[in-house]
């Protein structure tokens, strides 16, 4: 299956009720009148996608409206999303000068974060790049043992400290194991932070500096998860993040169980982060690299 086949499997719900909406505008009124545009309009922004983008796009049709008979609504649509997510484009993950990598995953509790630190590391070590894995959600047990047993399902080891441990130690002592064994990526699991609660953000930095005591300049990705169905409400997650993380690239999850996939262009749109990965299923190798082309095409319902 194509990279382009799996964003239309796993957007299935988004594009089919935004293609449906737009097939049924133009039916109705194929000239674009202000009412059919106002429609239009409505259609874009109940994906999610964002206000600022639906409107370029319905400026852009009623201009080529005004143009020529007939116009290609999807073609317009689809060419904006892709320049909006093209802008915040920047898919691959960023490599240290000298192995390990440090990867830090964030987000709030029930994002899908710690599924996605075994997705991200089984897709590594398919790449043929040894992993190894921190468990630093210290505040619950069973997220401890979950990480592991992603660990042996992904043939990748675990540093994991006692239930109520340090998580800020158990990440440098993480990332030294990580050094002497000379793996190439290290990705940390941390424990689902509320973007409200300012203590458990400073935590956060707490780890980054602890992380940069082992080695200047760690993590190389903070990446923040987001869970798609959560629509609008991902963006003010990812803006409390960026400001108080310098998050450098998002994954969003669940996005086949949700029909407001424009979320995703949205962020882009707002914050300039580029989307790293996306999350189309519950099997491990479902987490797929982000791909701006394929991913408009796949909104809009394309064949």
């Known amino acids: 299956m194509s990279l382009f086949q799996k964003f239309k499997a796993g957007l299935q719900k988004t594009s089919s009720k935004l293609a449906t909406e737009i097939k049924r505008i133009i039916t109705r009124a194929p000239k674009l009148d202000a009412d059919a545009l106002d429609e239009l309009e409505a259609a874009l922004i109940a994906t999610d996608i964002g206000v600022a983008t ?6 852009q049709t009623k201009a080529a409206a005004a143009r020529q008979r007939e116009v290609d609504v999807f073609a317009i649509a689809r060419a904006e999303i892709e320049r909006e997510l093209g802008e915040a484009a920047a898919a691959t993950l960023a490599r240290a000068g000298r192995p390990p990598t ?19 590391a089984h897709r590594l070590k398919s ?65 689902g932070r509320l973007h409200t609660k300012k203590n458990l953000m400073e ?39 960026h400001q108080a993380l310098g998050v450098t690239g998002l994954i969003v999850t669940k996005l086949d169980g949700t ?19 996306i999350g189309l299923g519950e099997q491990v190798d479902d987490l797929q690299p982000f791909d701006p082309k394929s991913f408009a095409a796949a909104l809009l319902g394309a064949e």
């Open 127 to 191: 790449e043929g790049q040894s992993v190894l894995l921190a468990a630093c959600d210290t505040f619950r047990a069973a997220a401890i043992e979950q990480l592991k047993i992603w660990g042996q399902r992904t043939g990748c080891e675990v540093i994991a400290g006692q239930y109520g441990a340090d998580s800020a130690a158990v990440a440098f002592d993480a990332l030294s194991a990580a050094v002497n064994r000379r793996v190439d990526y290290l990705i940390v699991d941390t424990a």
């Open 54 to 59: 639906a409107m370029r796009i319905v400026e």
């Open 102 to 120: 440090v990867i830090l995953m964030a987000g709030v509790n029930g994002t899908g974060k710690t599924t996605s630190t075994a997705k991200l």
């Open 259 to 277: 029909a407001k996939g424009g979320i995703v262009v949205a962020i882009a749109h707002e914050l300039k982060l580029p989307v790293k990965f």
């Open 203 to 241: 935590e956060m930095k707490k780890m980054h500096r602890s992380l940069q005591k082992v080695v200047p300049g760690a993590p190389q990705e903070t990446l923040l998860v987001l869970d798609g169905t959560t629509g609008i409400n991902a963006l003010a997650q990812a803006r409390e993040f």
